[in-house]
């Protein structure tokens, strides 16, 4: 069941999610109740009632992630795809501001822009730059490979733990 899910439905639910990937709130939630649903009826099948099924522990135990993760994910490796070449793209990486370090105390890597409207702000740049900065502590987009983007899993589900949970 897994496998139908997660090359018929999943696959669906990510195509493409760096461009269109919500920002709502309720929209989050709703892409993932469609996995939510999917892990309620593996749920059933290992025993549970439909209502009571441990969805979290049940997405564990199958070793599925929550949507929004994984669309932090695909996020990631684009931006980390188009910084080292991969994605032969000028037009797109000259809209990716690195940050110079100058006298400042921020770790930022790269620059915030200035949005005047949440649209604007939660777009496919913006929304790269903000990600990217959040996880650079963490990783090099220069050095490490795109493989090793699997290892911030845990960072990436503790930042988005107040949308996941509810």
């Not at 069941?1 to 709130?25: H, I």
């Not at 690195?98 to 409207?117: K, L, N, Q, Y």
């Amino acid at each position: 069941m897994k496998t139908v899910y997660v090359s018929l439905v999943r696959s669906v639910l990510e195509f493409g999610s760096v461009v269109w990937s919500p920002y709502q709130l309720g929209q989050i939630q709703r892409l993932q109740r469609i996995q939510d649903r999917f892990v309620r009826v593996v749920g059933v099948r290992l025993g549970f009632e439909y209502l009571d099924v441990p969805v979290r522990a049940v997405e564990e135990f199958l070793g599925l992630n929550p949507l929004i993760v994984r669309r932090q994910l695909h996020d990631l490796t684009f931006l980390q795809r188009v910084l080292v070449g991969d994605l032969d793209c000028p037009a797109l990486l000259r809209l990716i501001n690195i940050r110079v370090p100058g006298r400042t105390r921020s770790a930022d890597f790269f620059c915030r822009p200035s949005c005047s409207t949440n649209h604007e702000l939660n777009s496919v740049i913006p929304r790269l730059h903000r990600l990217g900065n959040l996880v650079s502590a963490n990783y090099d987009f220069f050095y490490d490979s795109t493989s090793s983007l699997r290892t911030l899993f845990p960072i990436l589900r503790a930042l988005t733990s107040e949308i996941y949970n509810q």
